[in-house]
């Protein structure tokens, strides 16, 4: 089901959806209240693949995300107990590749994790991500391998390897950890996906404190104003996962509210 609705979720499939939906209304010839739908429906479609093309509306979505939230102060990192690092995916290895590769973004979290740990007085640092089926190798071990070589011992690092979503990185961490109560708990994450990543969190660890560490910033406003109307995949690409996110906590909300 979640997959369904991330599938839902992405702006490719509106105007894919739009397009068949008018081109079936389209050739309804004999129908002409049909036909005249079938052509407001592609207008539609391309209005729509516009708009979410443009960095006047991507910023704008991924601006109502980031803008939530601050790095902490290192006297709130000094408290903390453990850091947690959320996986974004990973480049198994094979055919040309050696050895696996965390992407771009899950490098960016695991930097980020490992910067605020060093700064912190937490005694390990955890990373949740499992398995790919064409992987020989899970997300968490990827990044514990990226951890060890910017600095950390190996014994200081917990590896989750069976979770594949941000609500399952919560639950499968807290069958793995020791049960307390009264932790604080550091989140790194991209400050993208941190509102639904803090929601999920406090929600699982309701008897502790979490402490957003957000990383991998995107926003960049565009300094050109016609900039700002050009479209650009980037930008779909960008509005894409904003979308991802605020549907992501709606489905959340409605799906493991309490």
């Known amino acids: 089901m979640y997959e369904l609705i991330a599938l839902l979720t992405t702006p490719i499939i509106w105007v894919l959806g739009l397009i068949v939906l008018g081109l079936i209304f389209g050739l309804k010839q004999r129908r002409k209240k049909l036909c005249f739908l079938g052509r407001i429906l592609i207008i539609v479609a391309g209005?729509?693949?516009?708009?979410f093309s443009i960095s006047a509306i991507s910023d704008r979505l991924?601006?109502?995300?980031?803008?939530?939230?601050?790095?902490?102060?290192?006297?709130?990192?000094?408290?903390?107990?453990?850091?947690?690092?959320?996986?974004?995916?990973?480049?198994?290895?094979?055919?040309?590749?050696?050895?696996?590769?965390?992407?771009?973004?899950?490098?960016?979290?695991?930097?980020?994790?490992?910067?605020?740990?060093?700064?912190?007085?937490?005694?390990?640092?955890?990373?949740?991500?499992?398995?790919?089926?064409?992987?020989?190798?899970?997300?968490?071990?990827?990044?514990?391998?990226?951890?060890?070589?910017?600095?950390?011992?190996?014994?200081?690092?917990?590896?989750?390897?069976?979770?594949?979503?941000?609500?399952?990185?919560?639950?499968e961490l807290k069958r793995l950890l020791a049960t307390k109560e009264n932790r604080h708990i550091g989140l790194a994450t991209s400050a993208l996906h941190m509102p639904r990543a803090e929601r999920v969190l406090r929600q699982i660890f309701a008897g502790d404190t979490i402490v957003p560490i957000p990383v991998g910033y995107l926003y960049t406003p565009e300094n050109r104003y016609l900039d700002n109307f050009i479209p650009s995949a980037r930008n779909l690409q960008t509005s894409t996962e904003a979308l991802h996110e605020w549907i992501g906590m709606l489905w959340y909300k409605i799906r493991y509210s309490r």
């Open 62 to 171: 991924l601006y109502s995300l980031e803008s939530q939230y601050r790095q902490p102060h290192v006297d709130v990192l000094s408290g903390l107990d453990i850091v947690v690092v959320l996986g974004a995916g990973y480049h198994p290895s094979g055919a040309l590749r050696e050895s696996a590769d965390p992407t771009g973004l899950a490098y960016a979290r695991v930097r980020g994790g490992v910067k605020a740990f060093k700064n912190s007085g937490a005694g390990a640092i955890a990373f949740c991500e499992g398995w790919r089926e064409d992987a020989r190798e899970s997300g968490a071990e990827v990044m514990k391998a990226l951890a060890i070589e910017l600095g950390v011992r190996e014994d200081k690092i917990i590896t989750e390897d069976k979770s594949q979503t941000t609500m399952t990185n919560a639950t």
């Open 47 to 51: 209005l729509v693949l516009y708009l």
